[in-house]
Nanobody
Framework: QVQLVDSGGRLVQAGGSLRLSCTASGRTLRPYVMGWFRQAPGKERDIVAAIDFSGGSIYYADSVKGRFIISRDNVKHTVFLEMNSLKPEDTAVYYC????????????????????WGQGTQVTVSS
């Protein structure tokens, strides 16, 4: 069993930056794919970024490419989402998620593939 606690969301102005964190307990994250998802009111939960356990394979949604960076620290059991040049359309509840075990360089972007979820952290970008 893996417990995830995500944090770092807050109100920020358009063009600003935020860094979300997700810390795991209960089991090492080492063989797990980690993902960040977001869900805006009235919309489905969508993938934002995902990273394999080695850090060598990374996926970004087109809407965040060039602005967001996902990274992980397997020693500290933490995954990060650095968000830059934020836009009002980035406003959503952001969730970290984990699934696995997967082999190195493998990952998934499908929400239903993820076994463990954080509680979510609200990101609001004002115009």
């Amino acid at each position: 069993q893996v417990q995830l606690v995500d944090s770092g969301g807050r109100l920020v102005q358009a063009g600003g930056s935020l860094r979300l964190s997700c810390t795991a307990s209960g089991r090492t994250l080492r063989p797990y794919v980690m993902g960040w998802f977001r869900q805006a009111p009235g919309k489905e939960r969508d993938i934002v970024a995902a990273i394999d356990f080695s850090g060598g394979s990374i996926y970004y949604a087109d809407s965040v490419k060039g602005r967001f960076i996902i990274s992980r620290d397997n020693v500290k059991h933490t995954v990060f989402l650095e968000m830059n040049s934020l836009k009002p359309e980035d406003t959503a509840v952001y969730y970290c998620a984990a699934t696995g075990p997967y082999s190195a360089m493998e990952l998934t972007t499908t929400p239903n593939d993820y076994k463990y979820w954080g509680q979510g952290t609200q990101v609001t970008v004002s115009s």
